[in-house]
Structure formats: C-alpha cells, structure tokens
C-alpha cells in the first residue's frame, strides 16, 4: 500500500468519527465503525485502490454503524438515520463564521458541557488525534489501565446518556477553550516526539489565535508552540542525540519563529489575564535572553516557575523548576529541591524520568559519578526516546 494512503487514513479519521457523531450515531457504535472501516482499508487498498479514499472511509464507516446500531437492543429506532444517504459527497459539518476551521471544529465537538472537564482533553487525543491510550496516560502520569477506564466512562456516558456532540454557539466558545488548548498542547507533544507529523498543532494553535484574538490563553499558546518551534533543528546533535535546551547552539535557532512567539505573548500581556501557557511562553522567552547576553536569567525562570505553579501544578513543572534551581544556585540546593518534592509526591519518585534525569544532573556535579549512573540508567529504561537514549548514555556512560 503506498504510503500516502496511512496518512489520508490518519487524516481521515476524525473527520470521518465526527460526521457519524453528526449524523446521531452514539460515540461507541461511531468509534467501532471507524476502526472497522480502517482495517477494511488496509486489506482492500492493497489491491483495489480507491478513487476517493476519504470518500471510501465514510462511506464503509456509515454502513457499518448502521448495521452496529441494527445489533444493538439498547440503541433507538434506525427508522430516521436510514432515511439519511450515505455520505460519499457530503461536507463533513455546516461552515461556522466563529470556527471556520474544519479540524478545530472537531476539538469542539468533544467539549460539550456534560462530560466532565478532566475527560474533554484525553477524548480529544484519542478521538481526534488517534493518539493511543498509552500515549495519552504518559502525557497525564497515569497508568494505562487507570487512563483507558476514565475514557470507557465517558464514552458509556455519552451513550447512556444520548449527548449529542455539538459544536458552541459563538456565546459558548470561551468557555470551551481550555480544554481544546490543552488537547492542542498534547498533539504538539506527540509531533515533538516524532508521533505525527509536525507543525499541525502550530498551525491550529495560531489559527484559533487569530479566531479568538480577545483570548489570551490562545495567543499565549501560540507564543509557546513557535517558541519551541524555534528551536526545533537544534535540539538534536549529530548522532542523532536530544540537546537540553541550555546546551543548544542558539545559532540554530530561528530569529523569525522567535519574532513570531514574542508578538504573540505581548499581544496576549495586554489583555491582562494571566495563564498557564502565557507563563510557559514567557519561560521559553526567558531562555532567549541567551541570544542577547550569552546566559538566561536562571532566577527570573525560577520565579517564572513559582507563578506558573500556581497554575497549573504538575510534576513536570516542579522538575522544570528544580532544574532552574540547579542552574540558579547549583546543585546541593536542588537536591533539597528534589528530596522535598519525593516526599510529596512518592509515587511518582521512582518512575517520572525527568526526575531521575534531573538527580543524575545534580550528582554528577557534586562529582558523585556512579550514583549519577545508577540513575541515568533508571531514567534509560523509562523512554522509549532514541535521542533521549543516546544522550544520556554520551552524558552519563551509562
């Protein structure tokens, strides 16, 4: 099968879910039909290769909701969605003048109002995305099984239920932003990684921008995502291993993705409603000061740090924080730093890696070089990383 069809699959998918959720076919029935009509692809393209392959995708997805929904007692009457064509020619939703953006409309469509907020941002990643439910737990530190049973709750829900996704009317939109943004976010993380392709999550991320210039959450994750676009041809060496941002050669990275991100997080200051990805953007902006005076403000990051806590009180950022601690006043304070944080969080001491990663730092300046090892070899087993392999068996020797 050639190559390209994958990804018209890929880009498929969710369109193709969000017209059968469209059309009255409960989420369950819709997901089931979807991946019926995927694996039908995969064995049929090979050999009698579509026209249309978007096209093929509804239309086989249709049919066999149909027949799910036949075979389901619990399901309504069919008497109404069989009098509906099937739907080879049909434009995916109505045009709205507030979410022009076909893609952007099916983020909206997994934030209705009913389902719990917690839920929104990890249906999206599945449903739309396609992103897996490892995938997904690893973004939220969660196990598998802890992340795949919060999601059958809210699909069974959805179903029990009869929710019928539907897009926000304009007056609806602020307040279903968030999660949108935050399931934007997970699909950039996802691209940097190399899951996906890159640059989708930039291009949505401006775009609900520019649809929304009075939301300065918007803009402010449209400064984080170019901040870090910026930097992308820099952040890996010649043999293929990850560069800590500290140690980039800022001479790879791009003055124009950087000009783009600080407009977007000035425009968003102005609006005076301060945010999680405002304090993040203005965090990477931190680290540009290197382009001006040749070394980041470590304190002010540390500060930057403390306010974007408040916010959003991950253990991602609380490691973040540490290692600016680290640069900010060496080692043996963020091993306090760390020491504290285990003890708050022990579940997550032993198997966060950026935690082991950041004590291996911290030891190998003290000169303490096999504990160092010991932990960067912990941290080796906890990412499935190539780059982040190499890098920390050429940083450690582990």
């Known amino acids: 099968m050639p190559s390209g069809w994958e990804s018209q699959i890929t880009a498929a998918r969710g369109k193709v879910l969000a017209l059968l959720l469209h059309r009255g076919i409960d989420i369950v029935a819709a997901e089931d039909a979807v991946a019926i009509a995927i694996v039908s692809a995969l064995e049929q393209w090979r050999s009698h290769p579509p026209a249309n392959p978007e096209a093929w995708l509804m239309t086989v997805a249709w049919r066999k909701a ?20 099937a739907p080879e020619n049909e434009p995916m939703l109505d045009i709205s003048d507030h979410l022009p953006d076909e893609r952007l409309r099916l983020y909206f469509l997994c934030t209705h109002p009913a389902l719990e907020p917690t839920v929104q941002c990890p249906l999206m990643l599945q449903l739309v995305t396609g992103m897996t439910v490892e995938q997904i737990s690893a ?4 196990p598998a099984p802890t992340m795949a049973q919060r999601l059958v709750r809210a699909k069974r829900k959805i179903r029990d239920a009869g929710i019928q996704p539907r897009l926000p009317s ?34 949505l991320a401006e775009i609900l921008a520019d649809l929304l210039p009075g939301e300065a959450e918007c803009l402010g994750l449209a400064a984080l995502i170019s901040f870090c676009e910026s930097r992308r041809d820099a952040r890996q060496g010649p043999r293929g ?48 000061q290197r382009l001006r005076q040749g070394s980041p403000s470590w304190a002010t990051i540390v500060r930057l740090y403390d306010r974007l806590l408040m916010y959003a009180p991950t253990a991602g950022f609380a490691i973040g924080r540490i290692g600016a601690v680290l640069k900010a006043e060496g080692p043996a304070a963020a091993i306090v730093e760390l020491d504290r944080f285990e003890s708050l969080h022990p579940e997550v001491a032993d ?26 070899r912990r941290a080796l087993t906890l990412t499935n990383s190539e780059s982040e392999q190499t890098y920390l068996r050429m940083k450690f020797e582990a």
Do not use: N
């Open 241 to 288: 291993e990850f560069i800590p941002l500290d140690d980039q050669d800022q001479r790879g990275w791009s003055l124009r993705e950087i000009e783009r991100a600080e407009s977007y997080l000035e425009r968003a200051a102005k609006l005076q409603a301060m945010g999680r990805y405002q304090l993040e953007a203005a965090i990477q902006s931190a680290h540009t």
């Open 170 to 203: 304009a007056s609806e939109v602020h307040q279903r932003v968030p999660p949108v943004l935050d399931a934007l976010y997970g699909l950039y993380f996802s691209e940097w990684q190399g899951i996906d392709s890159p640059h989708q999550a930039l291009e």
């Open 66 to 85: 149909l027949d799910l929904r036949r075979s389901d007692r619990r399901s309504s009457p069919l008497t109404d969605l069989e009098s509906v064509a």
């Open 139 to 142: 973004l939220y530190l969660v």
């Open 351 to 376: 198997s966060f890696q950026p935690c082991l990663v950041t004590r291996a730092h911290c030891l190998w300046q003290l000169g303490q070089f096999e504990e160092a090892k010991t932990y960067a």
